[in-house]
């Protein structure tokens, strides 16, 4: 099915999603959508928060995906002995007042990384801006945006703007921050996982209300009465018998109504009494049909079952192998965040006119295989060194080998700050 046709007039909603809460769902009872006033959403990404804050398995996927990329971090200052001090008093400086949140006393990227893989994780962009002091000397604080408002123009590269009284605002590239989950060459913006599993969510919820409503009863078991039609009369037409045979029935039932505990019924072989309900197979269909559902979810969201809580079984080899898979997207999308946070540390070093470079390091994430990996890492640099010492490459080609840039320059000094 065209996912668009799910999408019409009313500012870009589902119509799926829309006609559910417009069919008279019953407010008394628990549903993830009830009480939504969908027609309040001016945007999808309005849409995609309120799917973040409302379903369970949305906001475990996205929360999880946040904690694993906003590890702990630090920052490296690289340059002369005589400039690092002055660096690191500018920085602190820097990240004590660039909170945006009035009260809020958590100083840092921490803080501001903690929002950018959010919005990545559930809108697929974020956007900001760097707000200058009034003496235009250093950075005064950033000011996050709303991606949702912001439009493109293809001029040879891709321009981004703000659309205000009917005027075309380009934003300055010198101050201005984008980034773009999983951008192609027509959607400079991103794109949000959301964007494949709306329809599934909205289904999933259906799901949840209708098995709620069905299994109510089905594990109490009913009597199931059965009763046999009077014999007609010879000489009875179809009028008369069809009337007899309703009071027959109505009496029958009224019988059955009025009985009480110490009463016994006593008829011909007219009457047939069974159970009904009670067994397993209506509640293990929806079971099973809620599990497809939500594996849908969570394929759509990039995760694997067992990071949200979900286990399959999964032998250990093949558990870790997802989990250094895992790693590598978290390592990726980390870049991003690495870029957001150097780019705003050495704009302010640069208007201080201090010839420093800082670089954002993030914590790495808690390794259940980390011995297997520090023998490898050993094993690597050991063979590394030996071909720098017997000739074969140089200093910095080993460097690039072992993952750094180039290796390390004598002349410079490095100083890390911890906690940033």
């Known amino acids: 099915m065209d996912l668009l046709s799910h999408f019409r007039k009313r500012k870009g909603l589902p119509e799926k999603i829309e006609a559910l809460s417009n069919r008279g769902m019953n407010r008394s009872r628990s549903s993830y959508l009830d009480g939504c006033n969908w027609h309040r959403y001016e945007s999808r990404h309005q849409l995609y928060r309120y799917l973040r804050d409302r379903i369970p398995i949305i906001s475990s996927a996205i929360w999880n995906w946040v904690r694993l990329c906003n590890t702990p971090g630090s920052y490296l200052l690289v340059g002369n002995d005589k400039h690092l001090k002055e660096a690191e008093h500018v920085l602190d400086d820097l990240l004590t007042r660039m909170g945006t949140v009035v009260g809020s006393k958590r100083t840092g990227l921490g803080r501001l990384l903690e929002l950018f893989f959010q919005e990545v994780f559930t809108n697929g962009s974020f956007c900001g801006k760097l707000v200058p002091l009034p003496s235009g000397t250093g950075i005064d604080f950033f000011e996050d945006m709303d991606s949702s408002r912001i439009k493109w123009d293809k001029k040879g590269k891709w321009i981004p703007y703000l659309e205000m009284d009917d005027r075309k605002i380009y934003l300055d590239n010198e101050t201005f921050f984008h980034y773009g989950l999983g951008s192609d060459c027509l959607n400079p913006g991103g794109v949000s996982f959301l964007a494949s599993i709306e329809f599934v969510t909205e289904i999933d919820q259906r799901m949840v209300e209708d098995m709620a409503r069905s299994g109510h009863n089905a594990g109490n078991p009913h009597l199931h009465i059965k009763i046999i039609p009077p014999e007609r009369f010879d000489n009875e037409n179809d009028e008369k018998y069809i009337k007899r045979a309703e009071k027959y029935f109505d009496n029958t039932v009224d019988m059955f ?163 940033k």
């Open 257 to 419: 109504k009025e009985i009480d505990p110490d009463d016994n019924l006593f008829t011909w072989s007219n009457i047939e009494i069974t159970i009904a309900g009670g067994g397993t197979a209506m509640p293990f269909t929806w079971r099973v049909n809620r599990e497809q559902i939500i594996e849908d979810v969570i394929t759509g969201m990039k995760l694997f079952p067992w990071v949200v809580g979900r286990s399959h079984g999964t032998t250990k080899n093949w558990v870790q192998a997802q989990y250094n898979l895992l790693m590598q997207v978290v390592d990726s999308i980390q870049e991003e965040g690495k870029a957001l946070a150097e780019w705003i540390l050495n704009t302010e070093l640069k208007l201080k006119g201090i010839p420093v470079t800082a670089r954002y390091i993030f914590s790495p994430n808690q390794d259940p295989y980390q011995l297997d990996r520090e023998k490898a890492a050993a094993l690597r640099f050991e063979i590394v060194n030996k071909k720098v010492q017997n000739g074969y490459i140089s200093k910095n080609e080993g460097a690039k080998e072992l993952g750094y840039k180039e290796a390390f320059n004598q002349e410079s000094s490095i100083k890390l700050v911890t906690n």
